[in-house]
């Protein structure tokens, strides 16, 4: 098994840089803790939307708490808040638990609530990221903590909404089965993109599973998945729209 970084400090965040006309701010609701660039400072807005979403999403657990704990897809009935049943519809595409796709879901929910304010908002919840954007932009990637991201996802212009999510066996403190270093998502729908991640990335358990990873993400990409970025110690590989960008 390979060691776990379960550092808490999210030095990656310095490395985010806004541009002109665009502030940059954190907005932390009981676990949820976001990193938000916009044009301009939303954070208490944010924070109430954020607690709002974070209630649905307690109290459907509460009465429903397979929800929570399943490592397999969960069905939820029609009457369930829109967040539940995206969860659980990116959870049974990607044959996961429905608390697979919960960052990506609340930071699409985030994303998509406060789009029409500013046009420019990017939403980055403990390595998932999801964009609304008016011009290009770059994603970094991050596989070794320590030595700070040197590689970065393009996105073009005209591609967003975008979400770009992670997920790691060695990095972080999230549940993965498998062993890789990163494996990182490119989907229009945040929910799947995180759901992805992870059934990716259990998948990653030696660098002969690259191939398999890949194969696996070209299937999805049916549902969505538009790209697929996996590392195992320095064995990298990429399939489908992921333009990769050296970071200084």
């Known amino acids: 098994m390979k060691e776990k970084y379960l550092s808490t400090r999210r030095t990656y965040r310095e490395s985010v840089r806004p541009h002109d006309g665009e502030v940059r701010f954190q907005v932390a609701v009981e676990q949820t803790d976001l990193l938000i660039v916009a044009q301009e400072d939303l954070r208490h807005e944010i924070a109430s939307f954020v607690f ?18 399943s490592l397999s897809p969960v069905i939820v009935d029609d009457g369930a808040p829109e967040i539940i049943r995206a969860m659980a519809q990116a959870a049974a595409l990607c044959d996961v638990g429905p608390m697979a796709a919960v960052a990506g879901a609340v930071a699409q929910a985030v994303g998509d609530f406060f789009s029409p304010r500013t ?21 970094a990637l ?21 979400a770009v999510c ?68 320095k064995k990298i590989a990429a399939w489908g729209n992921v333009e990769l960008v050296a970071l200084n």
């Not at 990221?129 to 994603?139: A, K």
């Not at 991050?142 to 975008?162: K, M, N, R, T, Y």
């Open 166 to 233: 992670a997920s790691s066996a060695t990095i972080g403190h999230s549940l993965s089965l498998g062993a890789g270093d990163l494996v990182a998502v490119r989907a229009q729908d945040a929910r799947l993109a995180d759901a992805a991640a992870t059934a990716l990335c259990n998948m990653l358990r030696s660098e002969a599973d690259i191939a398999s990873v890949l194969e696996r993400a070209q299937i999805l990409a049916e549902f969505g998945v538009e790209g697929v970025f996996a590392q195992y110690n």
């Open 52 to 69: 709002q979403v974070r209630g649905e999403i307690k109290n459907w657990i509460l009465f429903h708490p397979e929800f929570a704990e």
């Open 142 to 162: 991050l596989a070794e903590p320590d030595s700070g991201a040197v590689v970065g996802l393009g996105i073009e212009a005209e591609a967003f909404p975008v």
């Open 119 to 139: 046009p420019n908002i990017l939403v980055e919840n403990g390595g998932d990221t999801y964009l609304h954007s008016t011009r290009e932009r770059v994603v």
